[in-house]
């Protein structure tokens, strides 16, 4: 064995008892105390470690993407979890890459419709099981809300024109 190999060798065998030597303490309310020694490096090259979890995809519609284009089927109302009451304003979408789901229709008073072409973006509604995607106000057909006057970038209304002086 080169010299090379037998001082890492040695530093990943001083390492190991290192950590083997590295005990830590915790005490339980019925006064057991227990040990937890870190992981050995024999645990490590065997793999006895666990891959984490990859993580759940919540928009598993978007494919990825941001936004995703789609038309309406179904405009309907719903109506949300306790301790809520109201009738949420909802549209089922067939999406371009062939999906179809549920979108939250935001702001006050919308004009679509059956047919009606829209963008969807991510963004779960917290009172409405089931809805895990909201459309964009002011593209495609759906119109910005009427009226507003503040967070319009949110509802899709331009920039209301300067009064005449």
């Given at each position: 064995m080169s010299l090379l190999g037998?001082?890492?060798?040695?530093?990943?065998?001083?390492?190991?008892?290192?950590?083997?030597?590295?005990?830590?303490?915790?005490?339980?309310t019925s006064g057991v105390t227990s040990v937890s020694l870190g992981t050995t490096y024999r645990q490590v090259l065997r793999g006895a470690r666990k891959p984490r979890r990859p993580p759940v995809n919540r928009t598993p519609a978007l494919q990825g993407q941001?936004?995703?284009?789609?038309v309406c089927t179904k405009v309907f109302t719903s109506k949300?979890?306790?301790?809520?009451?109201?009738?949420?304003?909802?549209?089922?979408?067939?999406?371009?890459?062939?999906?179809?789901?549920t979108a939250y229709i935001p702001g006050e008073g919308h004009n679509l419709q059956?047919?009606?072409?829209?963008?969807?973006?991510?963004?779960?509604v917290q009172d409405v099981p089931g809805v895990r995607y909201h459309?964009?106000?002011?593209?495609?057909?759906?119109?910005g809300v009427v009226g507003r006057t503040t967070s319009?970038?949110?509802?899709?209304?331009p920039k209301p024109k300067a009064a005449a002086a």
């Open positions: 037998r001082s890492l060798l040695s530093h990943v065998n001083a390492a190991a008892g290192a950590s083997r030597s590295m005990l830590t303490r915790s005490s339980c941001p936004f995703v284009k789609g949300p979890k306790k301790p809520n009451s109201a009738l949420r304003k909802i549209a089922r979408v067939k999406l371009s890459n062939g999906r179809s789901t059956e047919h009606s072409v829209v963008l969807l973006r991510g963004g779960r459309l964009v106000r002011g593209w495609g057909d759906m119109a319009r970038s949110k509802y899709g209304v």
